[in-house]
């Protein structure tokens, strides 16, 4: 069993940035990969980000690269999401996921936190 337990999320302006983090317990595979995901109110849930459990390997969403920022501090056995430059439209619950392989894809985690809640005002 894998554990995920998400924190950092808040209420901040647009053009703030804010660090979430995601402590990681349980058996986790060196192959696993940790992601983010997003859902805001009456919207799908979005994939942001991913990297695999070595750090060798991540991938962004086209449309937040160079915004949003994925790690992992072995060490602290905890994943990070970097948000910079946070718009209104960034509002939403942000999940961590673990699964066996680095993807985009919703349905290939099958590990999630509870969700941490992230709301951008303008």
């Known amino acids: 069993q894998v554990q995920l337990v998400e924190s950092g999320g808040g209420l901040v302006q647009a053009g703030d940035s804010l660090r979430l983090s995601c402590a990681v317990s349980g058996r986790i595979f060196s192959s696993y990969a940790m992601g983010w995901f997003r859902q805001a109110p009456g919207k799908e849930r979005e994939f942001v980000a991913a990297i695999t459990w070595s750090a060798s390997n991540t991938v962004h969403a086209d449309s937040l690269k160079g915004r949003f920022t994925i790690s992992r501090d072995s060490a602290k056995n905890t994943v990070y999401l970097q948000m910079n430059s946070l718009k209104p439209e960034d509002t939403a619950v942000y999940y961590c996921?673990?699964?066996?392989?680095?993807?985009?894809?919703?349905?290939?985690?099958?590990?999630w936190g509870q969700g941490t809640q992230v709301t951008v005002s303008s």
């Open positions: 996921t673990a699964g066996p392989r680095l993807t985009a894809s919703t349905y290939e985690y099958g590990y």
